[in-house]
Structure formats: C-alpha cells, structure tokens
C-alpha cells in the first residue's frame, strides 16, 4: 500500500499525508459529502482516486462506496461483526427519519441528495408511527449526536420561536443504512420491539464497535 500511495501522491502532485488524512476521516466519520462544510476536500480526492482508496479500504476488510451523482462517499464493513447494534429507539428514529426521506424525495423537496426537516416533524411522526412517547430531550440528543457522526443527518440552527425545534437534513446516507424490507415493518408496527437483527444485517453498517440493542 505504501508504493501505492506514493504513485498516487506523485500523479496527483498532492502530499501523502493529504491521502492519509481522508482515509483517516472516512475511517472516523464513514461517510463525507461534497456539499458539507469541511468535508469537500476529502470527497475530491476519494473521487478522483477510487482505486487507490478501494484498495486500501479492502485490505481493512471495507468497501468503498461513491455515488457521484449525489455527491456521496465512505466505507462500509464487510464482515457482520463490524456492524453496530441500535438500541430500539435508536432504531425506531432511524426508520421514522428513511419514511420522511423517502416522502420528501416524492414531492420533489430534495437539494443535492439533501433534503430539510426538523426535530419537532421527526419527533411527531415518531409518535403518530411507533405510538410510543417520545425519547427524553436528553436521550433524544444521545440519538441525533449518534446519527450525526454517521453521516445520516446534518444538524442546524434552533429555530427563533422555538429553540428546541433545531433544523436538520436527512442525506442520503439513511438509504444506504435503511432496507426498504424494513422500511415496510415500520409501517405495520404495532408497539412490539422490533427485530434489530434485521435492520443491523444491512442498515446500521459503521466502523466501529456499539451497544447491543435493548
């Protein structure tokens, strides 16, 4: 790996440590974007280099994945044990914030892969779906601070009126970590935990170690 960084650093004119910096940050964070702040630069280079960190990934038992068109890039892990176990709540938020994807995609409210929302809609549908009261404000920070560092969500200003009403954006991420098998069992949901085997085969597919779920 070390012949190939240093072709890849020479063709492009760019340090090593430039490599080694975003494969660091994927490594850290899993997913990058080009349209957020601070993460472009790393986007750039996995696009333009795809190989080299296909290469590198796979040999840490990884797999690239970009999406050009939505401007999207990470790793995700091969091996069913690298995958984190969600609590049910995390796992309820999770599937409530695909379904508000999901309907914003079909009315055409979508910017760049991206699409806007708020705490206060997640937290309504979360009750109107799961028929469940919701997380404590706490706990409900714990989960958006989890699904943050993941990549599926962007949190943003509180609103004016309202300062625990904070501004989010759902990217792209949450379809790659949310089947559409199980999209369907949170339509029939009927107050019963949910398996969270299933959703961890595919979905929650990240880097490193979690909880097992409750």
């Known amino acids: 790996m070390l012949r190939e960084l240093k072709k890849a650093a020479e063709e492009s004119g760019k340090d090593p440590q ?8 994927l490594l850290a964070n899993q ?23 296909a290469n590198l990934f796979d040999a840490l038992g990884m797999k690239l ?3 050009e068109n939505e401007r999207l890039a990470g790793v995700l892990p091969v091996e069913k044990e690298a995958f984190v176990r969600l609590k049910t709540d995390e796992t309820l938020i999770l599937l409530v914030l695909r379904q508000v994807y999901e309907e914003k995609i079909e ?28 997380p404590s404000e706490t706990r409900f920070k ?10 599926v969500i962007i949190r943003g200003k509180a609103y004016e009126e309202d300062a625990k009403n904070l501004m989010i954006n759902i990217t792209p991420v949450v379809r790659l970590i949310v089947t559409e098998a199980y999209l369907r069992q949170l339509e029939n ?25 409750q």
Do not use: C, W
Not at 142 to 151: A, C, D, N, P
């Open 189 to 213: 949901f009927n107050g019963v935990d949910p398996d969270e085997d299933e959703v961890v085969d595919e979905e929650m597919e990240t880097t490193e170690s979690g909880t097992e779920a």
């Open 142 to 151: 714990e989960i958006l601070s989890l699904f943050s560092k993941h990549g």
């Open 65 to 67: 994945y970009v999406n």
């Open 18 to 25: 430039e490599f080694q910096q975003t494969a660091n940050y």
């Open 31 to 53: 997913f990058v974007s080009a349209f957020k702040h601070g993460q472009r630069r790393h986007f750039l280079l996995v696009e333009m280099y795809q190989q080299y960190f």
């Open 107 to 134: 009315n055409f409210e979508v910017d760049n892969g991206f699409v806007a929302t708020n705490t206060l809609t997640v937290l309504e549908r979360y009750v109107q779906l799961v028929k469940r009261e919701i």
